[in-house]
């Protein structure tokens, strides 16, 4: 955890433009440019975003600001997954599958202790059902 923290506050530490670029000489690790890009304009993107930083709602200062958004939404997400997993894990059995599942084999050891076939014609015991006169 502390080592998360030291490479936190390095990140604060680096000036805005020097996050995501190499820390070798400049022509070591360059992307290739569109063609007809002028070299200027990231320049002019810089500050543009100075001058009208993206807001989060976390900070005042932008690279903070930025810092705790992505936090927030690292532990968000993490959160909502564990503790999703965990509800889906602990669900009730739905439809009583996993019940039925369990009557069943009891039934059917029940049945071959007795003796008796698995499975009947007759759902009910025909001789405890009142059926009506034969007329």
């Known amino acids: 955890m502390a080592a998360l923290w030291r490479a936190l506050r390095a990140l604060r530490a680096l000036p805005a433009g020097a996050r995501g670029r190499s820390a070798g000489p400049p022509g070591a690790v360059t992307l290739p440019?569109?063609?007809?890009?002028?070299?200027?304009?990231?320049?002019?993107?810089?500050?543009?975003?100075?001058?009208?930083?993206?807001?989060?709602?976390?900070?005042?200062?932008?690279?903070?600001?930025?810092?705790?958004?992505?936090?927030?939404?690292?532990?968000?997400?993490?959160?909502?997954?564990?503790?999703?997993?965990?509800?889906?894990?602990?669900?009730?059995d739905y439809g009583l599958q996993q019940w039925a599942r369990r009557e069943a084999e009891i039934q059917v050891r029940e049945?071959?202790?007795r003796g008796l076939p698995l499975l009947t014609s007759n759902y009910y015991d025909p001789k405890r059902l009142p059926l009506p006169p034969p007329e």
């Open 111 to 113: 049945r071959e202790r």
């Open 33 to 92: 440019r569109p063609l007809g890009a002028d070299a200027h304009d990231e320049e002019a993107m810089l500050v543009a975003q100075r001058k009208n930083p993206d807001y989060h709602g976390f900070s005042a200062e932008p690279d903070a600001d930025a810092l705790n958004m992505r936090a927030v939404f690292l532990a968000s997400i993490s959160v909502a997954i564990v503790l999703g997993s965990v509800f889906v894990h602990y669900l009730p």
